[in-house]
């Protein structure tokens, strides 16, 4: 066994609180609370085009939000709200969406 293998997994365990902190009310550089479009339960809201995010993956939430702060020309608001998250930040509210059951569809 390699007890190292598993150090990525621990540490999106980890941020999975400071996550929740940013999707419910954002953070002080300009991110709006995720919570507003995609649900306090990452549940998605169609009726703006916000997809669920809650039982995403979280390495795929972390590569969308960085494309999207990487594409300043692609449809707002995500781009803006993308690269006001620092690539920790990005790791802690992908950790706390990937925590979050999956919606019922
Ligand atoms: C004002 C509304 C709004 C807010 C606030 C918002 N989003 Fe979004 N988000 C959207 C919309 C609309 C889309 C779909 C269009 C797109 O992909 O850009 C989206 C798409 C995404 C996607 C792409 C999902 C996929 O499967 O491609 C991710 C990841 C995401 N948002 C994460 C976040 C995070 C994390 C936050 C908070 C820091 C956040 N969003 C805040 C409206 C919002």
Redesign the pocket.
């Known amino acids: 066994m390699r007890p190292w293998a598993y150090t990525p997994l621990l540490l999106l365990a980890a941020g999975a609180p400071a996550g929740r902190q940013?999707?419910l009310h954002?953070n002080d550089n300009g991110?709006?609370?995720?919570a507003?479009?995609?649900g306090v339960n990452g549940q998605g809201n169609a009726a703006?085009?916000?997809?669920a995010?809650a039982g995403?993956q979280a390495p795929?939430?972390v590569s969308?939000?960085n494309t999207?702060a990487a594409s300043p020309n692609?449809?707002a608001?995500?781009p803006g709200?993308?690269a006001a998250?620092t690539p920790r930040e990005r790791q802690d509210?992908a950790a706390y969406?990937s925590s979050l059951p999956k919606p019922a569809s």
């Open positions: 940013i999707v954002g991110a709006m609370p995720c507003a479009c995609h703006i085009g916000a997809p995010l995403m795929a939430i969308a939000l999207l692609a449809p608001p995500m709200i993308a998250l509210v969406f």
